[in-house]
């Protein structure tokens, strides 16, 4: 009888012990950013345009908004930021890429391949400023560009939330959230970001459903 006793008290408490840890694991994963400092960090690369194209999506990697010309990760960073009335800030490199497509698609594959970690223009001072940080950047090749890279290899996240997010040709994230966890792994990383095709990204939609997007974080 006692014997019995002892096996079901184990019992409940590996369960409890199952329990907490499940709770804790999906804590970890939830990012509410209700009242959080913010800070949305993109890359972005807008292409060349025909300058007969007036509004909306153009043929290069561009959309054209209020005479604005932005690249597509550009245009999303700017709705959140606007939302989140957080500070936004660019990576760019310091050799800048080029501007026609195909030069583009040849010089990232290479940089890729060669795992070069391009130079950044410009560096973040405060980043532990913030509790919050939105990372944009489009898919190159099936991965990040190669300047995630080097951003991720000048600033430790650790304790920090890494929102991602992304715009892409049909690869959606393309296991570039694992790799953000591999580089930041002391970051608490939402899995689930935002991922909008190109094709996307200048319906009148677009907007609207990244503030709803916001909206969900907020209340989680
Ligand atoms: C060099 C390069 C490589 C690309 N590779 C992919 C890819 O592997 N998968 C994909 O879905 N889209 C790919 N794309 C499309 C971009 O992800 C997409 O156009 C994105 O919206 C560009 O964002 P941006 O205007 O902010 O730079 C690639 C684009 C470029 C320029």
Redesign the pocket.
């Known amino acids: 009888m006692r014997i019995v006793h002892f096996k079901s008290a184990i019992k409940s408490i590996a369960l409890i012990f199952l329990t907490s840890v499940f709770c804790f694991n999906a804590l970890a994963e939830q990012a509410s950013i209700k009242g959080k400092k913010t800070l949305v960090v ?6 060349n345009i025909n300058p007969t194209d007036v509004d909306g999506r153009t043929g290069a ?2 959309i054209v908004k209020n005479d604005k010309t932005l ?5 999303i960073a700017s709705i959140i930021q606007k939302q989140t009335q957080g500070d936004l800030f660019r990576i760019e490199t310091v050799t800048p890429y080029p501007l026609e ?1 195909e030069p ?2 040849r ?3 290479k940089e890729q391949q060669e795992n070069v970690h391009p130079a950044l223009k410009n560096k973040l001072n405060n980043l532990n400023d913030y509790d919050v940080v939105f990372i944009g ?7 990040m ?1 190669m300047a995630l890279y080097s951003f991720f290899d000048q600033y430790d996240f650790n304790g920090k939330t890494i929102i991602p997010f ?7 994230f ?1 296991g570039s959230i694992s790799e953000i966890k591999r580089l930041e792994p002391n970051a608490n990383i939402l899995s689930d970001g935002l991922a909008i095709s ?1 094709n996307d ?1 200048a319906d009148n939609d677009t907007e609207k459903d990244v503030i709803e997007w916001l909206n969900d974080l907020k209340n989680k």
């Not at 993109?42 to 292409?47: K, L, R």
């Not at 950047?137 to 991965?143: C, T, V």
């Not at 992304?166 to 959606?172: L, R």
């Open positions: 993109y890359f972005s690369q807008p292409e990697s561009v690249g597509s990760t550009q245009y497509h583009l698609i010089f990232a594959e950047y489009p898919i190159w090749w099936y991965k560009p992304t715009t892409h040709g049909g690869s959606h393309s190109r990204v």
